[in-house]
C-alpha cells in the first residue's frame, strides 16, 4: 500500500467546476472517506487519482511518485464505481479472478482460487461463486464489485457509494466489515459515500466536499463536534444541527458578529415552562423506534431534537429553552467559537 498526496488539484468540464484546488494527503494504511451531495466532485476525485481523468492543475503523487502524467494502468489503483459493472459473460469465481489473471501478473491458479474463496466470504458471496454475473441481485452483484477490487493489493482502494444499492441490514454488516478488511489489510482506502452513517463508522478521517471544495478534514469526532462552517455543521449529526438566528433565545454567550446559532440536542435544555414564561410550544413528539424526534415551534422557527422514549413532554405544552454552549456563526457562514 502507499500513500497518496494531492496538491492543488482542479478540474473542469467546459463551465462546470467539478473538483477546485484540492489538498488532500491520506496517509498509507488511512481509510479516508469524502462526504458531500451530489455534483460536489466525489468521483471525479476518484476518478483524478485512478488516472481516469487528467488535472487542469496540480499534481498527484502516489507513494511518493509522481503520479500526475501516468496512465491508469501504471497507477496501481483498484477502483468500485458508482455504476458497478461485472463481465458479464462470466462467473461471479472468474469476475473475481479477473485481476489476478493479467498475463503481468503470472499468478498460479491455486493461488487465484485461495484469494478468490478468501474475499468470496469476506463479501459473502461464496455461495454463488458458479453463478453468471447476470443472474444475482443488484446487492449481489455490488458485492462481486467490491470483492474483485480485493482481490488484489494495490497501492490505494477508491470505492465509489460501494453500499448505496444495499438494503440496511447488509449495508450496517458490511460497513463493519470492510472497515476490519481494511484495517487487516492495512490498506489506504479512499471511499466516497453521502451517507453520514457510514462516514462516521468508518473513517478515519472524513473530508466534507462542497461544490467542488474541500470545507474541512479531521475526525469524525472533529467535523461533528469542531465544524468550520454552517455546510460542514449541517452535514453530520441526526436530526440535522437546528440553525437559529442570534436573538431567537436568550444567548448570553454569544460572540460579537454572531448571525446564526448552531444547537444540537446536546447543546439545548428543553423543560417544560413553569411560572408563565416559555420559549416555544411542543409541536409534535415523533417516535421513530430506535429515535425519538421532540420537534418545537419557537416564533417563526421550528427546532428538532432527541428525546427520550418516555418523555412527559407532549403536543401543546409550552417550554422554556436554554443554550448549552452551542455553536456560533458569523455573516458569511464561518464558525466564531
Ligand atoms: N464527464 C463530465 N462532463 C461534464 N460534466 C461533468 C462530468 N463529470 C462530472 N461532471 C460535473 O462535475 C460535477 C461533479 O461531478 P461528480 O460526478 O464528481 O459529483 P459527485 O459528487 O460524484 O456526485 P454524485 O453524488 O451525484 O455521484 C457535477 O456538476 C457534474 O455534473
Ligand atoms: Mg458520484
Redesign the pocket.
Known amino acids: 500500500m502507499a500513500d497518496v498526496h494531492i496538491r492543488n488539484v482542479s478540474k473542469s ?2 463551465e ?1 467546476v ?2 477546485s484546488g484540492l489538498d488532500l494527503h491520506i496517509a498509507d494504511g488511512e481509510f479516508v472517506v469524502l462526504l ?10 476518484l476518478r483524478l487519482i485512478a488516472g481516469l481523468e487528467r488535472p487542469d492543475a496540480g499534481t498527484i503523487h502516489i507513494g511518493g511518485h509522481n503520479a500526475t502524467a501516468l496512465s491508469p494502468a501504471e497507477r496501481d489503483t483498484a477502483f468500485v464505481f ?1 455504476q458497478y459493472s461485472l463481465y458479464p459473460h462470466l462467473s461471479v469465481y472468474d469476475n473475481l479472478a479477473f485481476p489476478l489473471r493479467s498475463p503481468a501478473r503470472k499468478m498460479p491458479e491455486d493461488q487465484i482460487r485461495r484469494r478468490v474463496e478468501d474475499v468470496a466470504k469476506m463479501v459473502r458471496i461464496h455461495h454463488k461463486l458458479s453463478n453468471r454475473s447476470t443472474k444475482l441481485s443488484g446487492g449481489e452483484m455490488q458485492r462481486v464489485a467490491i470483492g474483485r477490487a480485493l482481490v488484489r493489493k494495490p497501492a490505494i482502494y477508491l470505492m ?2 460501494p453500499l448505496s444499492s444495499l438494503d440496511a441490514k447488509l449495508r450496517g454488516d458490511l460497513r463493519l466489515e470492510l472497515k476490519r478488511i481494511q484495517a487487516e489489510l492495512g490498506a489506504t482506502m479512499l471511499y ?1 459515500t ?1 451517507d453520514q452513517i457510514e462516514a462516521m463508522t468508518m473513517a478515519d478521517r472524513i473530508g466534507i ?1 462542497a461544490d ?1 471544495v474541500l470545507a474541512q478534514i479531521g475526525t469524525p469526532r472533529e467535523i461533528y463536534s469542531e465544524p468550520a462552517n454552517l455546510h460542514v455543521a449541517a452535514r453530520l449529526g441526526q436530526p440535522a444541527i437546528n440553525l437559529l438566528p442570534v436573538g431567537l433565545l436568550p444567548d448570553g454567550g454569544a460572540p460579537a458578529g454572531t448571525q446564526t446559532i448552531g444547537a444540537r440536542t446536546e447543546h439545548l435544555s428543553i423543560d417544560k415552562a413553569a411560572n408563565g414564561h416559555a420559549d416555544g410550544i411542543v409541536d409534535w413528539v415523533e417516535h421513530l423506534g430506535d429515535q425519538n424526534h421532540l420537534h418545537v415551534t419557537v416564533g417563526a422557527k421550528k427546532l428538532v431534537t432527541l428525546t427520550d422514549p418516555d418523555t412527559a413532554l407532549e403536543k401543546g405544552d409550552k417550554v422554556t429553552i436554554r443554550y448549552r454552549a452551542p455553536l456560533y456563526f458569523g455573516a458569511d457562514g464561518q464558525r466564531l467559537m
Do not use: R
Open positions: 468540464f467546459g462546470q467539478a473538483v458531500g451531495p451530489t455534483g460536489a466532485g466525489k468521483t471525479t476525485t458508482q465509489d457509494e466516497v453521502h466536499l467542488g
